[in-house]
């Protein structure tokens, strides 16, 4: 099984900044990408920054130029480095990790964390 575990949410005031980590365990062979989606209430799950085993990117619209989605492939970590910060910006954010299993060939499953709090107010 996959873990992952994030960190680095709180509590900011608008315009700030933050950064979150997501670090990610178990039994996998490869991380073929990792990214970041955040989810407020009663709306969809949404993608917010994304980034592949190469190195490519892809950032939601309405954090472009804001946010950067960062990953150290030898940590099994991945980064998300918030500036600017907007009200907004208040969600829910959850990693994801898409893995190459190390049990059944070739398959490629997603794995969730457990969500971190992100709240932006004055």
């Known amino acids: 099984q996959v873990q992952l575990v994030e960190s680095g949410g709180g509590l900011v005031q608008p315009g700030g900044s933050l950064r979150l980590s997501c670090t990610t365990s178990?039994?996998?062979?490869?991380?073929?990408?990792m990214g970041w989606y955040r989810q407020a209430p009663g709306k969809e799950r949404e993608l917010v920054a994304r980034?592949?085993?190469?190195?490519?990117?892809n950032y939601a619209d309405s954090v472009k130029g804001r946010f950067f989605i960062s990953r150290d492939n030898a940590k099994n970590t991945v980064y998300l480095q918030m500036s600017s910060l907007k009200p907004e910006d208040t969600d829910v954010y959850y990693c994801?990790?898409?893995?190459?299993?190390?049990?059944?060939?070739?398959?490629?499953?997603?794995?969730w964390g457990q969500g971190t709090q992100v709240t932006v107010s004055s």
């Open positions: 994801n990790a898409r893995v190459l299993s190390r049990s059944v060939l070739s398959a490629q499953y997603e794995y």
């Open positions: 178990g039994s996998f062979i490869s991380i073929n990408g």
């Open positions: 980034v592949t085993d190469g190195g490519s990117t």
